[in-house]
């Protein structure tokens, strides 16, 4: 495996499930992120996890609960969602580039949540 | 001040044709501009990046043109081809940040037709 990989690629949920979306980078990158692409807002931080600690959140609501138990893994959470959560999460992770600082990232392919 | 301001929302150019994509930006701070371009089904990758040290980066069929007083930045792309057709976004970074987020703009949606 090499890149960035998210698990499932496509989730159907009702309201009131409890589901978890997976990703895992293989690249040995010290960040990782969760975005949100709807047709609204195409492209939505919502977290960011530097060297496992969370630096950023921004704004989500609370039924999103991120976890990253290593440099390589991050998760999300999802429970009692709404239909407007629907939407592509992207997971992404990057590493400062030595010398530039440049922050290049590599997102997965997502997960496409459908909230019913 | 942390805005991308990206346009337009839409693009259709026939084979052969230049695609021109504009941003802006208001964050004098920022100093790495990255392009991300993303095909359905797939999530964005890096197509092509530039410091305002220079005023044009080009990369095959893609070229950056920078310009640092308008606070502006383009990505063109030469003989577009429908093999170009994407969504593409432009971002700006504060390097030496560490892992502080890019800021993205709201992206183009490019069609090239035959």
């Known amino acids: 495996e090499t890149g960035v990989t998210q698990t499932p690629r496509h989730l159907v949920m009702g309201m009131t499930n409890k589901k978890s979306l997976k990703c895992e980078q293989h690249l040995g990158h010290n960040a990782m992120y969760w975005y949100k692409q709807s047709a609204k807002k195409p492209l939505e931080l919502m977290f960011v996890y530097s060297l496992e600690e969370r630096v950023e959140n921004n704004s989500v609501p609370s039924r999103f609960s991120p976890e990253c138990p290593n440099s390589s893994h991050l998760f999300l959470h999802l429970h009692t969602l709404q239909p407007e959560d629907s939407a592509l999460y992207l997971c992404?992770?990057?590493?400062?580039?030595?010398?530039?600082?440049?922050?290049?990232?590599?997102f997965g392919a997502g997960s496409r949540l459908t909230v019913l | 001040q942390q805005q991308v301001k990206q346009s337009p929302q839409s693009l259709i150019v026939q084979k052969g044709g230049i695609s021109i994509i504009n941003c802006a930006y208001e964050?004098?701070?920022?100093?790495?501009f990255p392009w991300y371009q993303q095909f359905p089904g797939k999530g964005p990758a890096l197509l092509i990046a530039i410091r305002p040290d220079v005023s044009e980066k080009k990369e095959g069929r893609f070229t950056i043109s920078f310009n640092k007083s308008a606070k502006q930045f383009s990505l063109h792309i030469m003989d577009s081809q429908p093999g170009d057709s994407a969504t593409y976004f432009c971002?700006?970074?504060?390097?030496?940040?560490?892992?502080?987020?890019?800021?993205f703009g709201k992206g183009t949606r490019l069609s090239v037709i035959a």
């Open positions: 992404a992770s990057s590493q400062s580039e030595p010398g530039s600082g440049a922050n290049v990232l590599t």
């Open positions: 964050n004098t701070a920022f100093d790495y």
């Open positions: 971002a700006a970074h504060r390097s030496f940040s560490g892992n502080t987020p890019l800021v």
